[in-house]
């Protein structure tokens, strides 16, 4: 029953990571992304993101990049247990719980301008983590366990139950800065980051029913049959039995709502450098931790308040509290070689800190890291063509991935292209 | 003037486990996106 206790935190991980990168980090910030993930080393506009430090080898003049992106995600959960044959809405040991999470419209625009041959400022907008909504119509089979196991406890032979949770996370990034080539061939960038972060969390679990035999085998409300069993209890001897099932007989008298809403800003330093030799160019960036202390805003029912006030992880929701989300640093390296004036070839490589960061990600058991490689070919003075992949490697134990830490590792496959117009 | 577009599709790894509650759980994650880009110089 005390499981029960657990609800809020499932709402902390719903809608986390909907696109490629790190716990709290998207890389995908242009969609030049989608047709190669390997920037990290890349001379161009949507640099200014993945290798600000290159920008100082564009030329001369205002370069802009307006970008448009659409996701659309799934997270998919086969469960067995022969509790949930008790469950009369669904009677079944096997059951499938799906959360759908889309994005149909996620912009971004970076924008430079290359001063003279040694200055250049450069600025941009993205939805540097987060950015989805996910929605489990059904769900979570944890609350199922939990809250059927429990009536099971109290000697049900049936329960069943209605539930749903979606969860939304964005969190918007600025960035401004600089970049000051220190010789033809080496530049170095400094620039600042805000982080707007924005987050909701609605759930409802619903129409909690029980049968038993002090029921006659009918399931009836669920406070109803946990006060029989505590009359029942009571009529026994057993009066701690008969406490605990009255107090939780209060409990489920409603439905439990969650409704939280949460926001934050913190701002971080990024600096990077660019160094070309020859056909060869070597970068590096690296994201300062981002300090996020999400303050809450929410009208939870009641039961969830009363919770709140014995156990924390319910507590984090309550209205007015403050619970810290850090969008942890990050260090990219990444190369890039001119086979031929026509083809090109990249690799890169992340490492997050998540261990240094205080929030969701410090239950990690090591640091994210991801590699990409990518090659584009000027195919002619119009046409690119270009592909690539990365490995998202992400730090849990096996025993971490959960209803309510769905960061599995991934590999991810990228094919595109562009236009040259003049 | 560059107009860029793209698709990544991730194969996330199929993680099967029995939790503490004796359920038998298999997780994965299906993820799609596609986007475009116009990339100009003034």
């Known amino acids: ?422 | 003037m560059n107009f860029n577009v793209g698709y990544i599709h991730s194969f996330y790894d199929d993680h099967k486990f029995t939790n503490d509650k004796g359920t038998a759980c298999s997780y994965t994650r299906k993820n799609d996106v596609v986007g475009a880009s116009l990339d100009i110089t003034f």
């Open chain 1, 1 to 422: 029953m005390k499981k029960i206790l657990l609800i809020g935190a499932m709402a902390l991980m719903v809608s986390n990571s909907t696109f490629a990168g790190g716990l709290l980090t998207n890389t995908n910030q242009n969609a030049a992304f989608l047709r190669n993930p390997s920037r990290d080393a890349v001379i161009a506009i949507d640099g200014v993101y993945s290798n600000p430090a290159g920008i100082a080898f564009m030329p001369q003049g205002f370069h802009l990049s307006v970008s448009w992106q659409a996701a659309f995600q799934k997270r998919q959960m086969d469960v067995t247990n022969d509790l949930f044959k008790m469950n009369t809405n669904n009677p079944n040991a096997n059951r499938f719980f799906e959360g759908t999470a889309s994005a149909p419209v996620i912009p971004s625009f970076q924008a430079a301008y290359v001063i003279n041959d040694k200055w250049s400022l450069m600025g941009s907008f993205a939805v540097g983590g987060g950015g989805g909504k996910a929605e489990f119509e059904d769900g979570l089979p944890m609350f199922e366990e939990m809250m059927g196991g429990a009536l099971v406890g109290a000697n049900a032979t049936s329960y069943s139950l209605n539930q749903n949770l979606t969860g939304k996370q964005y969190f918007y990034t600025f960035m401004v800065g600089g970049t000051y080539k220190l010789t033809d061939n080496f530049s170095v960038f400094g620039g600042v980051r805000g982080v707007l972060a924005s987050c909701g969390y609605e759930g409802v679990i619903s129409d909690i029913q029980a049968g038993g035999l002090l029921t006659g085998n009918q399931n009836v409300a669920a406070s109803e049959y946990l006060q029989k069993v505590a009359a029942y209890a009571s009529m026994n001897g057993d009066q701690v039995a008969a406490a605990t099932a009255t107090q939780y007989a209060n409990l489920m008298s409603q439905d439990f709502v969650l409704d939280c809403s949460q926001s934050a800003f913190g701002f971080s330093p990024i600096v990077g450098l660019d160094w070309k030799i020859g056909k060869l160019n070597l970068a590096a960036k690296y994201e300062f931790r981002t300090k996020i202390n999400l303050e809450n805003e929410s009208s939870n029912s009641a039961n969830i308040e009363a919770l709140g006030a014995q156990y924390p992880m319910v507590a984090d929701f309550a209205n007015g509290k403050k619970v810290r989300s850090d969008i942890p640093a990050l260090l990219t390296v990444g190369a890039m070689y001119e086979f031929t004036p026509a083809v090109r070839a990249m690799v890169g490589y992340h490492q997050y800190f998540d261990t240094d960061a205080e929030g969701s990600a410090t239950a990690v058991t090591d640091n994210t890291w991801e590699f990409t490689a990518g090659v584009e070919w000027d195919v002619n003075d119009k046409i690119l063509l270009s592909l690539g992949g990365q490995r998202t490697e992400y730090g849990f134990a096996d025993s971490d991935i959960k209803d309510t830490n769905f960061n599995i590792s991934s590999y991810g496959l990228c094919i595109g292209g562009a236009y040259k117009f003049s």
